[in-house]
């Protein structure tokens, strides 16, 4: 009998990917697109790994994720991310530009665009 659960398998999934990107590399990239400025309690790693959780589990909505991810925050801590609260998540999103992922998504799928691979 399988017991593993669709969010225990993203959360899995999701930490071997943020463990493909390197953290100068997101927090280098935060800086130059200005993302790190508007961070005050809500990491940008934080923020990275809610959206890529958000994709993965084909969540409905913010609500969704959030629920997900902090029912999953002891397996999170571990590898220093933080569950974000509905408006914490909806606030950084609505602030933040997106432009901070197109680096990650581009060193994750092996873009020759990025010019990291």
């Known amino acids: 009998m399988n017991n593993k659960t669709p969010t225990r398998a993203n959360v899995i999934v999701l930490k071997q990917i943020l463990n493909l990107i390197p953290r100068g590399m997101i927090n280098r990239h935060a800086l130059e697109t200005g993302v790190e400025a508007k961070a005050r309690t809500f990491s940008v790693l934080s923020h990275l790994s809610a959206m890529l959780f958000a994709q993965l589990s084909h969540a409905i909505g913010l609500n969704d994720v959030c629920d997900w991810l902090r029912l999953k925050s002891a ?6 991310v933080t569950p974000p609260a509905r408006n914490t998540l909806s606030n950084a999103n609505k602030e933040r530009s997106a432009d901070f ?7 994750i799928i092996g873009s020759k665009k990025a010019g990291w691979c």
């Open 101 to 107: 992922t197109v680096i990650p998504q581009e060193f």
């Open 75 to 80: 397996a999170l801590a571990r590898f220093g």
